[in-house]
């Protein structure tokens, strides 16, 4: 395995990269950090070049002080497929992961060779008629901030956990010590990601006629509002595949790494 930090100037980049073959990078979602993939980045090293990183303001990456947005952790993302995986690659996300997957791939894509996401939080994407669904992410997210506001780090991380991103039961029954210990550190970047106001703004159909295959996973026990959100982009990027992962949750790398290496080769032995 190959590590080193990637100096973008007003922010460092701790990534890590193991196995041969196409590039594929893994962009993890919010809280956590590479570390999210160690279930899957072995066998997907099998057949590619896997390439993690810590996103900005993320454990051992650096970030600039002040307000940061989604579109600069989309520019990271590109200089990751630039500076490490030779100008073009594969991108894999997951969550928050994968809305800047999207984002880039709609941004950038010339440096993309497909990209495989799952269950990104796109909820401003919602119609009227999963109102209930968005507000009520909303009102969990709101109160985590809250929490977070007050110095209740271990309160508002788990109930983002539990309400917004992973069922509840999830904080104790689904990540270790160290996770839980890795996401109360990650708390003020979340934080400063949930004020920012383009989070959310995904347009899928901005990918249509990219020419880049897009398959979008959910699992089959996901929350909702991840399910809600599928059927969304499903609807305007018709283009893209859709598979669900058996028994999963919105966390499929963690809890069914060997459905999710299954539905990533299938995406991958397709191009």
Known sequence: MRTG????GQTRLAWTSAGSG??????????????SWDRVAGPLGERHTVIRYDRRGHTASTAPRGQGSILEDVDDLSAVVEHLAGG???????????????????KRPEVVR????????????????????????????RQAAELLGFGDVEGGTR?????????????????DAEQRAAMMANAETWLDQYRDLDRLAVDPSSLAG?????????GERT???YRAVVREIADRLPEARVREIPGAGHAPQLSHPAAFVTAARDHLGVL
């Open 5 to 8: 930090q990637l100096d973008l």
């Open 22 to 35: 196409d590039p594929v990078v893994l962009v993890h979602g919010s809280w956590d950090d590479h570390r």
């Open 88 to 106: 073009r690659a594969h991108l894999v996300g997951h969550s928050y992961g994968s809305s800047i997957v999207l984002l880039a791939t709609a």
């Open 114 to 141: 497909s990209a495989l996401v799952h269950e990104p939080p796109a909820f401003a994407l919602l119609p009227t008629e999963d109102d209930d669904l968005r507000l009520t992410a909303a009102r969990w997210m």
């Open 159 to 175: 109930m983002f956990v539990e309400h917004v991103g992973f069922g509840e039961g999830s904080w104790l029954d689904l990540f």
């Open 210 to 218: 990219l020419g880049v295959a897009v398959t979008v996973t959910t």
């Open 223 to 225: 929350l909702p509002v």
